[in-house]
T-cell receptor, first 114, second 113 residues
Framework: AAGVIQSPRHLIKEKRETATLKCYPI?????VYWYQQGPGQDPQFLIS???????DKGSIPDRFSAQQFSDYHSELNMSSLELGDSALYFC?????????????FGPGTRLLVL | KQEVTQIPAALSVPEGENLVLNCSFT??????LQWFRQDPGKGLTSLLL?????REQTSGRLNASLDKSSGRSTLYIAASQPGDSATYLC????????????FGEGTQLTVNP
């Protein structure tokens, strides 16, 4: 079965640089989520999109922005990177179907900021 | 504040043992609850989802239960195997928090051969 695809899988950036993470949801899924998992921590919700519109916003820094495109893929843009942005970034997707809605996670993008 | 707690943080058991992982949450108005497995440095694999109206869900050797009134969920793993070694995360979606998941800090399970 098709899974959530994330690219790149690994990314190394310098402080103050920018990064763009991409997410391709499972086909026919209408909702995309972004989570950040710091070292030794649990995933924290950043932002979500439903049918290409922002649906919820969590603890996402103002330096970050995201969007969902017409083909339902999503991109997370990160600017003025800081050392503390080093983390594993997950994208998840789901098909809106009430209480049985399962979020399926991608393999993550590991970002290292030097 | 809506929080999810998992105890213990780590658990080591011999192969073949049946075990229970615990998850507690502070607000009983949940929409659903998911259990995930995470291998070191890897993504999250969804194991089971329990809807707020359900009491339990089963998949193979896994059984998850939900008791909203007491704010608890348990993940039961039968006949544990070394391949079950991973971190198990509980995540809650609340009625009042949109569709985001709030995760516990996980239980790191080691099954010794």
């Amino acid at each position: 079965a098709a899974g959530v695809i994330q690219s790149p899988r690994h990314l190394i950036k310098e402080k103050r640089e920018t990064a763009t993470l991409k997410c391709y949801p499972i086909p026919r899924h209408d909702t995309v989520y972004w989570y950040q998992q710091g070292p030794g921590q649990d995933p924290q919700f950043l932002i979500s999109f439903y049918e290409k519109m922002q649906s919820d916003k969590g603890s996402i820094p103002d330096r970050f922005s995201a969007q969902q495109f017409s083909d339902y893929h999503s991109e997370l843009n990160m600017s003025s990177l800081e050392l503390g942005d080093s983390a594993l970034y997950f994208c998840a997707s789901s098909h809106r179907q009430g209480r049985g809605e399962t979020q399926y996670f991608g393999p993550g993008t590991r970002l290292l900021v030097l | 504040k809506q929080e999810v707690t998992q105890i213990p943080a780590a658990l080591s058991v011999p192969e073949g043992e049946n075990l229970v992982l615990n998850c507690s949450f502070t607000d009983s108005a949940i929409y659903n609850l998911q259990w995930f497995r995470q291998d070191p440095g890897k993504g999250l694999t969804s194991l089971l989802l329990i809807q707020s109206s359900q009491r339990e869900q089963t998949s193979g050797r896994l059984n998850a239960s939900l008791d909203k009134s007491s704010g608890r969920s348990t993940l039961y793993i039968a006949a544990s195997q070394p391949g079950d070694s991973a971190t198990y995360l509980c995540a809650v979606r609340w009625e009042t928090s949109g569709s985001r998941l709030t995760f516990g800090e996980g239980t790191q399970l080691t099954v010794n051969p």
